[in-house]
């Protein structure tokens, strides 16, 4: 079974062609001096210890084993403070109700499977999709 990504256009093709590295294989001497690689990390690891890997790496792929552990998000926020500024993606157990939350912190995309996707359907994913628009701060500085 294939996994399906999603942005805001909706379900897309991958177009990510490189090879995407497990972050348990970054201590290999492999890895070492690839350029535009993908890492896979799980949601235990910081975000200072993925700085080191910013010059080298094209996505980084945050793990959400489940979709009430929001630590991914923090992860991912952290990491554009710190100025990652490359492609973010969200992969494994991400709903629907969560992509806005995802986008706002500072993923690109979300990747999941095709049962999640089935049981979500596109509509489900478009209807937040216009994440920048639906935020308390608009809503409060329209009233004003």
């Not at 290999?28 to 210890?49: D, I, M, Q």
């Not at 890997?53 to 980084?60: A, E, M, P, R």
């Not at 084993?65 to 403070?81: Q, V």
Request: a negative charge.
């Amino acid at each position: 079974m294939t996994n399906v990504l999603i942005q805001d256009s909706g379900f897309v093709e991958d177009d990510f062609g490189r090879e995407i590295i497990d972050w348990e294989e970054t201590s290999t001497p492999e890895w070492h001096g690839f350029k535009g690689y993908g890492l896979h990390v799980p949601n235990t690891v910081s975000a200072e210890e993925l700085q080191p890997h910013f010059k080298g790496v094209s996505l980084i792929r945050i793990d959400f084993p489940n979709f009430t552990d929001g630590r991914g998000f923090s992860i991912a926020r952290h990491l554009r403070l710190l100025g990652y500024s490359g492609r973010l993606r969200a992969f494994g157990h991400v709903i629907a109700d969560q992509y806005t939350m995802a986008r706002r912190c500072g993923f690109d995309e979300v990747e999941v499977d095709q049962s999640l996707a089935t049981r979500q359907p596109l509509e489900d994913w478009q209807s937040r999709a216009n994440w920048r628009a639906h935020n308390y701060l608009a809503r409060m500085q329209q009233a004003v």
